[in-house]
């Protein structure tokens, strides 16, 4: 079974650091674009950073770009997403994210992170930043 096992979340004050990771099991890692997304209280979910080891590609938000950095290690199936800088307006849960069609293509891969639609997700980690 696909599994899809973040962590790393938790409290941090404005300007501070985190580094979450998600643990993939159950398909081919190099067959999937990877990424994380978030969700704040009353909005909609958000594509922050996806990247695809096949077309050698990552794409961030603009609300993002500059202080995260999504990584992958894929001796490990782990991504990982250092986030930098941290605001108030990061607060939210984070989510981690497969999709395969997205992994074709640096347009598809743009396209996913815009559209959140996923073949699978993790469970969400709470990240709060306080100011």
């Known amino acids: 079974d696909v599994q899809l096992q973040a962590c790393g979340g938790g409290l941090v004050q404005a300007g501070g650091s985190l580094r979450l990771s998600c643990v993939a099991s159950?398909?081919?890692?190099?067959?999937?674009?990877i990424g994380w997304f978030r969700q704040a209280p009353g909005k909609e979910r958000e594509g922050i950073a996806c990247i695809s080891g096949s077309i050698s590609t990552a794409l961030y938000a603009d609300s993002v770009n500059g202080r995260f950095t999504i990584s992958s290690d894929n001796a490990k199936n782990t991504v990982y997403l250092q986030m930098n800088s941290l605001k108030p307006e990061d607060t939210a849960v984070y989510y981690c994210?497969?999709?395969?069609?997205?992994?074709?293509?640096?347009?598809?891969?743009?396209?996913?992170?815009?559209?959140?639609?996923?073949?699978?997700w993790g469970q969400g980690t709470q990240v709060t930043v306080s100011s």
């Open positions: 159950g398909f081919t890692f190099d067959d999937y674009a």
């Open positions: 994210a497969i999709s395969r069609t997205a992994s074709r293509g640096s347009e598809l891969l743009k396209l996913w992170m815009l559209s959140a639609l996923s073949d699978y």
